[in-house]
């Protein structure tokens, strides 16, 4: 399997790891992502961490040059928020051609005189969501009752809201409602009286925090009319019950639209945006399973079929926590699968009212003229406290539940291609939704709370940033080219990388393969070693060792792959450089093929499919060529003049760049994985070296980034004699709501890491990184393509007033592009608009992968690369990728810690073996 596998070349999301709870929304037709919730509020900075006495550190081998202790912090009060993040510097940018584009963001007026009155609702019993907006709609609805026919928002849980305040006899008031012969009683009780005015303040930067409980309250009622007309919501996005695409593994794909409030310098915005998700298929549970199941498929030809203990445990697996309707009795309640029980339904029996036993068979025999035909299989258990059993024939799957176990590779395809609009159909699509009946403009609800939303887009003008100039080899000297491309790619065509590795020892594993197929790997061999001096990457002509072709099963069996590898190092003269592992088909075992060899061998890896071996074509030996370059220690590209990247200043700077992934939502033990890595070299900053972590579960603020940074810090001045007096921070994957926990946290840990140094104290730049945003821009009305690389918006949709943009580094060749939203949170380098767009805008034609820009800067893309190979190392029989047990936790000062990941060996660590 190639290295590139789960990654596309413009931004790799591994699909258990970035398509993270299955909430799609496409980017070039593959970039998958739930949004974040809106900001929440911020607690103020705290103070810097106290000094500690500095260990005392090797003196390096090259001396460093004298340098200005520069005052700490540097960054002041009045260049910081009232909430503690950093400010715009400035209007905006000002450097690049100019653009006229629209953002799917629609402008919403509010009255700032306008009062929301939030009740709390409490309905007894308990009705599953569905009921619980008929009863809603019931008891607004009523005549003469207590709301009057108000136009009341519900979210579906517990929060109502209404414009103006109720004639309740007092703060709380009971009322009865009877609906399908029942009687529910609802406890209705003010919780709060929201004002606009603040959210009015806060646009207008008269208010350090957005109001978050008004903010939310608008979105509830936004949705309203949706959900009256019978749509659900799936996190943010709006789903109705019609037409579904089957995807395959009983799991349908919907399309829907997402929705949210956003504050913005042109005020109060609605962003909307397409958005594909993938359900449970609504079906019986006996034909649920046999479209789950290869093993199930004959079910229904096979009725007295039992289930083994291991099918069992699958079965039981995937059906836990899903909810079900009983098709025996004409009910609205959902039950929620706790498991199934350990003896089938032909041995399952209960003592009834009258303390009889009776088999459960004979129960819906007797009571309801059933005859359960699958008596082997086990039924449904319903309740911890009592038994309570379901034959699983009488059960259906209930409408709406998002899929959050891990998709299939074809679940995925199926999943990009239904998302996977042009520009023009996407724009055509949102401008469609905005003027139908469905809109959150029409209806009674936005004139009820005074809301004016518009149905145009919202008009912005970008600026078109210009390439940079980059480096290449040619014959052994470097020359110069600026990427003219409309694509911004550049050619490799009678070029050379800027500095080539030397690969000696190498050797060739293929795993599995016809003998037909086996039998090109030789020619294979030769012409990667062809291509690879073609590009000034030195790679020996014939491996060190025979090609070992083994069995696809051996990566199901750690130990026996441990040592295999063992003994073609050894075969290899113990100093093998690169392993080149062939493989028939992608398969589960590769973590465990990358967990070996980085940190029990030792040896750089690189993966390929067999299919692509057979026939190569030029481009995948070019891509394969790059990769194995970097590894070795090569370098690809490289800025022309790297230092002009901070204006005339010779301080030497090191990018940095994190990330933390965490298991998939149906994991509630594994832990969560961290990474940081740094650029080693300076100016060219295109090497970079990486720490790993394992840390507490679905826990996002990285726990050791002071270990983790001042590793990074030790290898850079290792490397050039002298620490970086800037330090560009790169933060991915966090949302708005915990902006102010990264700066206490990790901000505070990286400053700890520094002072760990005699006399050390450089200037930081702290910026978050975002990609799972729905924002998206378009070029003028029926445009086909992307808006063109290098695209920055800086203006009109951006936060009010800290200092956030958009930027368009790369070229979507399919589907629509998705910008990337940076937010600087902390700047003590006091860069202006134009240089941080410029600086972000240039490191993304330094990603050592392809040749063209991507769409994250590399840092962050990098760590996002570290983390999810760090994660392949919990394969160590240990859950993750190939194991079926739980990695060890333990308490450690009361808090819950998570086992160490396996250390990298030395002869790998030191190199980009993420990548």
Not at 77 to 90: C, F, N, Q, S, V
Not at 490 to 503: A, D, I, R
Not at 616 to 624: A, R, V
Not at 703 to 712: F, K, L, P
């Amino acid at each position: 399997m190639d290295d590139n596998a789960k990654f596309s070349h413009r931004l790799p999301h591994p699909h258990h790891l970035l398509l993270r709870h299955h909430g799609f929304s496409f980017n070039d037709g593959a970039t998958c992502y739930q949004a974040h919730p809106p900001l929440l509020p911020l607690l103020p900075l705290p103070p810097l961490l106290p000094s500690r006495s500095p260990p005392v550190l090797p003196t390096p081998t090259v001396m460093e040059a004298p340098r200005k202790k520069p005052s700490y912090p540097v960054a002041k009060k009045e260049i910081l928020t009232k909430a503690g993040i950093a400010k715009r510097p400035d209007s905006g940018g000002k450097e690049g051609r100019q653009i006229l584009l629209v953002a799917n963001h629609f402008k919403v007026e509010f009255d700032p005189s306008q009062r929301i009155f939030h009740y709390d609702i409490d309905i007894s019993p308990r009705p599953c969501k569905d009921l619980a907006r008929q009863v809603k709609k019931k008891l607004v609805e009523a005549k003469g009752g207590a709301f009057g026919g108000a136009a009341a928002a519900f979210d579906g849980r517990r929060n109502l809201y209404t414009p103006t305040e109720l004639p309740l006899p007092s703060d709380r008031a009971e009322i009865i409602i009877s609906l399908q012969d029942k009687r529910f009683r609802v406890s209705v009780k003010l919780v709060a009286k929201l004002s606009a005015g603040g959210l009015a303040k806060f646009l207008q930067n008269e208010a350090p925090l957005p109001p978050q409980d008004l903010i939310h309250a608008l979105d509830v009622v936004l949705r309203e009319g949706a959900m009256d007309r019978g749509s659900f919501l799936s996190g943010r996005s709006l789903f109705s019950g019609g037409a579904a695409e089957e995807i395959g593994g009983a799991a349908v794909a919907r399309r829907g639209f997402f929705q949210s409030l956003r504050p913005t310098r042109q005020g109060l915005a609605l962003n909307v945006d397409l958005s594909v998700m993938a359900f449970h298929e609504p079906v019986n549970l006996i034909f649920y399973l046999q479209k789950r199941f290869e093993f199930l498929r004959d079910l229904p030809q096979r009725k007295s079929r039992a289930l083994t203990l291991e099918e069992r445990r699958a079965v039981e697996k995937a059906l836990k926590s899903l909810r079900v309707t009983v098709r025996h009795r004409r009910s609205d309640q959902r039950f929620k699968i706790l498991g199934l029980t350990e003896e089938a339904t032909a041995a399952l029996a209960f003592k009834d009212r009258d303390g009889r036993e009776m088999k459960i068979v004979e129960y819906y025999r007797e009571q309801y003229e059933i005859e359960i035909q699958f008596k082997s299989l086990p039924c449904l258990q319903m309740s911890r406290s009592k038994p309570c059993f379901l034959p699983m024939e009488l059960c259906d799957v209930c409408e709406g539940q998002k899929v959050l176990g891990r998709l299939t590779e074809e679940q995925i395809a199926k999943l990009r291609r239904l998302g996977c609009q042009s520009p023009r159909k996407r724009r055509q699509s949102i401008d469609s939704l905005m003027a139908g009946p469905a809109s959150p403009a029409s209806g009674r609800y936005a004139a009820g709370f005074n809301l004016r939303v518009a149905t145009e887009m919202t008009r912005v003008t970008g600026r078109v940033l210009p390439p940079p100039k980059l480096k290449l080899g040619d014959g052994g000297h470097v020359r110069e080219l600026t990427p003219s491309r409309h694509d911004r790619q550049w050619s490799l065509v009678n070029s050379h990388v800027v500095e080539g590795s030397w690969v000696r020892r190498w050797a060739l594993l293929s795993f599995g393969g016809s003998p037909d197929q086996l039998s090109t790997l030789s020619s294979f061999a030769l012409q990667l070693s062809n291509r690879c001096h073609q590009l000034g990457i030195s790679l020996a002509h014939t491996p060190a060792a025979p090609p070992q072709f083994e069995p696809i099963h051996i990566l199901s069996h750690p130990p026996s792959l441990e040592a295999k590898l063992r003994r073609l190092l050894a075969a290899s003269g113990g100093e093998l450089q690169l392993l080149i592992c062939v493989m028939e088909k992608r398969h589960r075992g590769y973590a465990e093929l990358k967990r070996i060899a980085d940190t029990a061998v030792g040896v750089i890896s690189q993966c390929c499919l067999l299919s692509n071996c057979a026939k190569p074509t030029s481009q995948f030996l070019s891509n394969l060529a790059l990769k194995i370059n970097v590894k070795l220690g090569g370098c690809n590209v490289a800025l022309s003049g790297g230092a002009a990247l901070f204006s005339g200043d010779d301080d030497a700077a090191i990018f940095m760049g994190a990330d933390v992934t965490h298991p998939h939502p149906l994991d509630d033990a594994s832990p969560s994985v961290a990474a940081v890595v740094g650029s080693l070299e300076w100016p060219a900053a295109n090497r970079y070296a990486a720490a790993m972590r394992s840390q507490a579960h679905r826990e996002e603020i990285i726990q050791d980034m002071e270990g983790m940074a001042g590793e990074i810090l030790r290898e850079f001045r290792a490397r050039q004699g002298r620490l970086p007096q800037k330090i560009v921070f790169f933060r991915d994957g966090v949302s708005e709501s915990m902006f102010q926990r990264v700066l206490k946290g990790e901000l505070a840990a990286i400053r700890a890491a520094c002072e760990k140094f005699p006399d050390y104290h450089p200037r930081i730049t702290f910026a978050v990184v975002q990609k799972r945003h729905h924002t998206r821009l378009f070029g003028g009305a029926g445009e086909e393509e992307n808006v063109p690389p290098g695209t920055v918006v800086d203006t009109v949709i951006t936060h009010p007033g800290e200092f956030n943009f958009y930027l368009c580094s790369h070229w979507g060749a399919k589907g629509t592009a998705r910008p990337t939203r940076y937010h600087v949170l902390w700047d003590e380098n006091s860069f202006s608009s134009d240089e941080f767009q410029g600086l972000v805008h240039s490191l993304c034609y330094t990603f050592a992968r392809c040749t063209m820009p991507v769409s994250l800067v590399p840092p962050a893309y990098y760590a996002h690369l570290a983390a999810y190979r760090g994660r392949m190392y919990l394969a160590d029989g240990s859950g993750g990728s190939g194991g079926g047990g739980t990695l060890a936790v333990y308490r450690a000062a009361g808090v819950r810690c998570a086992a160490p990941l396996p250390k990298v060996r030395d002869s790998v660590n030191k190199l980009m073996f993420f990548c």
